[in-house]
């Protein structure tokens, strides 16, 4: 019987976590290297995500290493998961966590907007999943973690992010078929549906407050936004042998706002 710590000690695993360079996947990265895994941040910001590999390897004492990938390039994609292989041998969970938003009336979304959105959310979390995939399918185990979010489950107010919102749904059904093709072959595929969260990106706009974060505050049972910290828990979870029968799920980490 694993006692509470073995069963989510990542030990002898390697965790790719894309979009890894700050923000929400560096926290999780952070959460799985402090359990034992071995990182490979992937990102396009080189400056950012090197230092923030060395960081993380000086902080936990794991193997951390940056790649430069555009993830909405496919063989970009292909050649990032080659290389992970070829340095660290093999990835045992894929952190799909790229991920952008623009704020536009649905009225005035241009093509070029809506396919920018869609591009990084939905393509390029795609691309991903089926290349890290076929490497899980060909060892037969694996676990695939996608970011989603809460706004994949509702409509978000006042804010119109009709692009958004509709990219993170369908993630979360992307991550449903997955997760129905592949469990028979050892892999599981599982969404992580964060909230409001509390980022580098948007902490000013929080320490400024004003009429939307109040309203966002008070259509938050917790009253609060998350810290990037607090996704480390859901991350460690479902990539270690806690999940063993957890695939298909969206685990929402949003402070109560999809329950109220």
């Known amino acids: 019987m694993s006692t509470p710590t073995e069963i989510f000690d990542l030990t002898g695993t390697v965790a790719l976590v894309t979009g890894g360079a700050k923000g929400l996947g560096l926290a999780m990265a952070t959460g799985l290297a402090e359990h034992g895994s071995d990182i490979a941040l992937a990102d396009i910001d080189d400056e950012t995500g090197e230092a923030a590999a060395s960081a993380l390897a000086e902080a936990t004492g794991r193997t951390v290493r940056y790649y430069h990938c555009n ?36 009225e005035e979304v241009t093509e070029d907007n809506w396919r920018a959105v869609m591009g990084l959310n939905l393509d390029a979390v795609f691309f991903v999943m089926q ?100 996704l480390k828990g859901a991350a460690v979870f479902l990539a270690s042998r806690a999940s063993t029968f957890v695939t298909g799920s969206v685990l929402s980490v949003d402070g109560g706002y999809t329950a109220a």
């Open 71 to 106: 993830v909405m390039d496919r063989e970009d994609v292909s050649g990032l998961v080659d290389r992970v292989v070829a340095d660290l041998g093999h990835i045992d969970t894929l952190l799909n966590n790229a991920g952008r938003t623009i704020h536009q009336p649905l």
């Open 131 to 230: 290349a890290v995939g076929r490497h899980m399918l060909e060892r037969g185990s694996g676990s695939i973690i996608n970011t989603g979010s809460m706004s994949g489950i509702i409509a978000n107010v006042p804010q119109a992010q009709a692009s958004y919102n509709a990219s993170k749904a369908a993630v979360h059904n992307l991550t449903r078929s997955a997760a129905c093709e592949w469990a028979e072959k050892g892999l599981r595929v599982n969404a992580i549906a964060p909230g409001y969260m509390r980022t580098e990106l948007t902490r000013g706009f929080y320490e400024e407050g004003g009429p939307q974060i109040d309203q966002w505050n008070m259509m938050t049972p917790m009253s609060r936004p998350g810290e990037p910290e607090e």
